[in-house]
T-cell receptor, first 111, second 112 residues
């Protein structure tokens, strides 16, 4: 069945370093992927998305990479800041156009 | 600013006592979603409206109902809350099903 999963439940990163959060998906027919950031007590916030006809997309301090060969998605955050502390979810668009969410990775920033 | 608003932010209800959560949007989006999110888990879609068309997820309990009286408002009704229904309830909107979803801040429901 359709499945999106994350490799690491918690990631600790030194402030100022780059963070890489990984996500695996199982449905090769998925055509759209999104990363959300969820801070404690808040709703998920859209970060960046990518369509399956792209390999890479950049935003402000964030880059999403899509490797369709191995069905892998990653979110790179440059120069990690304390405000980046949150749970990060990847999601893929299923064949019925609904989002299938990954389990989430908690990013902890060490001072 | 255009946004998704949820009221109240915190709701306490008694076991078995009906409760309604509300969501409003100023984005004029066609699609509105309700999600349930339990601690340390991903949001779980309960149902969504595309305009007035209601779409229920297959595993959403009958205890959960929804109403969308107009484009701007959507309500989540829990007819007989159980202890297992304590969670964060998230409302989201999108222009269409092909687009990213914009989330409200959520309502945290406690069942006593």
């Amino acid at each position: 069945g359709e499945n999106v999963g994350l490799h690491l439940p918690t990631l600790s990163v030194q402030e100022g370093d780059n963070s890489i959060i990984n996500c695996a998906y199982s449905n090769s027919a998925s055509d759209y992927f999104i990363w959300y950031k969820q801070e404690s007590g808040k709703g998920p916030q859209f970060i960046i998305d990518i369509r399956s006809n792209m390999d890479k997309r950049q935003g402000q301090r964030v880059t999403v990479l899509l490797n369709k060969t191995v069905k892998h998605l990653s979110l790179q955050i440059a120069a990690t800041q304390p405000g980046d502390s949150a749970v990060y979810f990847c999601a893929e668009r299923a064949s019925n156009y609904q989002l299938i969410w990954g389990a989430g990775t908690k990013l902890i920033i060490k001072p | 600013d255009a946004m998704v608003i949820q009221n109240p932010r915190y709701q306490v209800t008694q076991f078995g006592k009906p409760v309604t959560l509300s969501c409003s949007q100023t984005l004029n989006h066609n699609v509105m979603y309700w999600y349930q999110q339990k601690s340390s888990q991903a949001p779980k879609l309960l149902f969504h409206y595309y305009d007035k068309d209601f779409n229920n997820e297959a595993d959403t309990p009958d205890n959960f109902q929804s109403r969308r009286p107009n484009t701007s408002f959507c309500f989540l009704d829990i007819r007989s809350p159980g202890l297992g229904d304590a969670a964060m309830y998230l409302c989201a909107t999108s222009p269409g099903t092909f687009y990213e979803q914009y989330f409200g801040p959520g309502t945290r429901l406690t069942v006593t």
